[in-house]
């Protein structure tokens, strides 16, 4: 079965200082993945995505994500967290099925925490 | 560009009772999500619509959960009767078609089933 893992809960990280947000993926064939943001009370946002290509992907607000095959992860990174980048984040994978886009299956988040 | 657009934003009854929500996704998305996250957890697909058509209900409680989208614009999730655990966020999402996995989503309805 296809699924995403994250597995802290949380992150606590001083401003200034570099992120990792885990993220581990079980998938048969080539994944394609996503990390959405979810700030309180809003809906969620797309942040980055990979779909093939180079194995480090840019996104929205300075966050990028490594893609690794051999350990099936896609963390996300920042090398320099704002205080305004605490939030709510979840990797996701994308189920395919036969004759539509397919939709998303989310991991349970990860909230990050940046102190000033 | 509007996004997608939910309401009511909170809604709280009691078990037992029927409630509804109202989605309008982003105008020219063909494809329309419901996803529902209940606290402490990632968000779960329940019905996914290409244009008025279901694509995905397969983890959508049939027994008590409906949704619709009649002219393939806007859509609406009913359920009835509630129970307590669906206490939750009920998240509608829009896409285009062309560009997989990028989901934009309105702010969502809160529902506590007392």
């Known amino acids: 079965a296809q699924s995403v893992a994250q597995p802290e809960d949380q992150v606590n990280v001083a401003e200034g200082n570099p992120l990792t947000v885990k993220c581990t993926y079980s998938v048969s064939g080539n994944p394609y993945l996503f990390w959405y943001v979810q700030y309180p009370n809003r809906g969620l946002q797309f942040l980055l995505k990979y779909i093939t290509g180079d194995n480090l992907v840019k996104g929205s607000y300075g966050f990028e994500a490594e893609f690794n095959k051999s350990q099936t992860s896609f963390h996300l990174k920042k090398p320099s967290a704002l205080v305004s980048d605490s939030a709510l984040y979840f990797c996701?994978?994308?189920?395919?099925?036969?004759?539509?886009?397919?939709?998303?299956?989310f991991g349970k988040g990860t909230k990050l925490s940046v102190k000033p | 560009e509007a996004g997608v657009a939910q309401s009511p934003r909170y809604k709280i009854i009691e078990k037992r009772q029927s409630v509804a929500f109202w989605c309008n996704p982003i105008?020219?998305?063909?494809?329309l999500y419901w996803y529902q996250q209940i606290l402490g957890q990632g968000p779960k697909l329940l019905i996914q619509f290409q244009n008025n058509g279901v694509v995905d209900d397969s983890q959508l409680p049939k027994d008590r959960f409906s949704a619709e989208r009649l002219k393939g614009v806007d859509s609406t999730l009913k359920i009835q009767p509630a129970k307590l655990e669906d206490s939750a966020v009920y998240l509608c999402?829009?896409?285009?078609?062309?560009?997989?996995?990028?989901?934009?989503f309105g702010e969502g309805s809160r529902l506590t089933v007392l």
């Open positions: 996701a994978v994308r189920l395919f099925i036969r004759g539509s886009q397919g939709n998303l299956i």
């Open positions: 105008s020219g998305h063909a494809t």
């Open positions: 999402a829009s896409s285009l078609d062309r560009v997989p996995g990028e989901l934009f």
